[in-house]
């Protein structure tokens, strides 16, 4: 079957734009989560949304980074304001139980 | 608060040899202890999980990692890499099922022929 997808795979920016990154999560895992990978940084956690409830937010590195998930099922990242620091690969994750699998990434690029 | 590490930043194995990746982790409780691999450009693969059980577990592709409690380790060991393992290995922890991930730094495996 198909797994997590995002778009774009690439997404290169001027800093101080705002950027929408979106993931669409294998069907009926009502898991999702955010993460990113960057060179000096590694893998962080961003921001887990699960099923109804409100979302874990505790990663969001600054009040310019917010998400929302639709209908349980996609879910899209937006960076306000973009800054050189935002380069970086994000990853999104779905799960089921007790599994995440992720989606091959948006390489973003602030200029 | 959980913690990650793994002490090896890059590793370089010959073709046939055995391999070893170290990975020390920070929690009070059990964890729920995992394995990714990465490719280049490729998205984060699972390799193995641990919940509980049986402390040596099985995982993708020969991979084994054993969970030792009184190290706080869960080393990933393969006995004969092949060219195809290089990639980099991510170690990571969660306090129960389903939630957010922390992830070592990550270790880059190359093998030489």
């Known amino acids: 079957g198909a797994g997590v997808s995002q778009s774009p795979s690439n997404k290169v920016t001027e800093k101080g734009k705002d950027v929408e990154l979106r993931c669409d999560p294998i069907?009926?895992?009502?898991?999702l989560y955010w993460y990113r990978q960057s060179l000096g940084q590694g893998l962080e956690f961003l921001i887990y949304?699960?099923?109804?409830?409100?979302?874990?937010k505790s990663g969001l590195p600054s009040d310019r980074f917010s998400a929302e998930r639709t209908g349980g099922s996609v879910s899209t990242l937006t960076i306000q304001r973009t800054q050189q620091e935002d380069s970086a690969v994000y990853l999104c994750?779905?799960?089921?139980?007790?599994?995440?699998?992720f989606g091959p990434g948006t390489r973003l690029t602030v200029l | 608060a959980q913690s990650v590490t793994q002490p090896d930043i890059h590793i370089t194995v010959s073709e046939g040899a055995s391999l070893e990746l170290r990975c020390n982790y920070s929690?009070?409780?059990?964890?729920?202890l995992f394995w990714y691999v990465q490719s280049p450009g490729q998205g984060l693969q699972l390799l193995l999980k641990?919940?509980?059980?049986?402390?040596l577990v099985q995982g993708i592709k020969g991979f084994e990692a054993e969970f030792k409690r009184s190290q706080s380790s869960f080393n990933l060991r393969k006995p004969s890499v092949h060219w195809s393992d290089a990639a980099e290995y991510f170690c990571a922890v969660g306090k129960q099922a389903g939630t957010a991930l922390i992830f070592g730094k990550g270790t880059t495996l190359s093998v030489s022929s």
């Open positions: 641990y919940f509980s059980g049986d402390t």
């Open positions: 069907s009926g895992h009502t898991a």
């Open positions: 949304f699960q099923g109804n409830s409100a979302p874990d």
């Open positions: 929690y009070g409780a059990t964890p729920y």
């Open positions: 994750a779905s799960s089921a139980t007790n599994e995440q699998f």
